[in-house]
T-cell receptor, first 110, second 112 residues
Framework: RKEVEQDPGPFNVPEGATVAFNCTYS??????FFWYRQDCRKEPKLLMS???SGNEDGRFTAQLNRASQYISLLIRDSKLSDSATYLC???????????FGTGTRLKVLA | AAGVIQSPRHLIKEKRETATLKCYPI?????VYWYQQGPGQDPQFLIS???????DKGSIPDRFSAQQFSDYHSELNMSSLELGDSALYFC???????????FGAGTRLSVL
């Protein structure tokens, strides 16, 4: 079982839809959490950090549930340009190790 | 703003050859990470350096070695290349940890 798991998708949604992704982690020492987006054959780019209190950045909302060991990403009013792979990244506390999830592929359709 | 610079962007090698990938972190970043991403896979952590010392090690093969130099740039040395080493190699940098990692554009290595 991978330390960080995501539904690989693809999630095919129409423009304007709301879509949510979950990411579960198994290491209880996980300390910091991030969502990155990766376009095909390009480098991962930070979408947002995930804080315990939850955080929002425009159409994107991230939440952390430490008790159930998962984080979520909600995208509202999907745009064609949101089509990408969304990677959940977890830092193991006290280490320099960042574990990537397998990524969830999103396709926003016109 | 300056980003993480990786060179070369593309590299073609034959089996059993050696390759050296370079990474120049964002100025003032003290931590460098190397990742390998195979086709259709997520990035796999290889190794990291903090203040020129190895700080953590992941699934890096013994045929690979890396170091961080006094100017904070890092090099990943790969020897006895195998077909399975063909992948995208990303370098990322951050200031301390836990912190946001910023990724370079990657080096695409093809082993023929």
């Amino acid at each position: 079982r991978k330390e960080v798991e995501q539904d690989p998708g693809p999630f095919n949604v129409p423009e304007g839809a709301t879509v949510a992704f979950n990411c579960t982690y198994s290491n209880s020492a996980s300390q910091s959490f991030f969502w990155y987006r990766q376009d095909c054959r390009k480098e991962p780019k930070l979408l947002m950090s995930v804080y315990s209190s939850g955080n929002e950045d425009g159409r994107f909302t991230a939440q952390l549930n430490r008790a159930s060991q998962y984080i979520s990403l909600l995208i509202r009013d999907s745009k064609l340009s949101d089509s990408a792979t969304y990677l959940c990244v977890v830092n193991i506390g006290g280490t320099y190790k960042y574990i990537f999830g397998t990524g969830t592929r999103l396709k926003v359709l016109a | 703003a300056a980003g993480v610079i990786q060179s070369p962007r593309h590299l073609i090698k034959e089996k059993r050859e050696t390759a050296t990938l370079k990474c120049y972190p964002i100025p003032r970043h003290d931590t460098v990470y190397w990742y390998q991403q195979g086709p259709g896979q997520d990035p796999q952590f290889l190794i990291s350096f903090y203040e020129k010392m190895q700080s953590d090690k992941g699934s890096i093969p013994d045929r690979f070695s890396a170091q961080q130099f006094s100017d904070y740039h890092s090099e990943l040395n790969m020897s006895s290349l195998e077909l399975g080493d063909s992948a995208l190699y990303f370098c990322a940098s951050s200031f301390e940890v836990p912190a946001i990692q910023y990724f370079g554009a990657g080096t695409r290595l093809s082993v023929l």
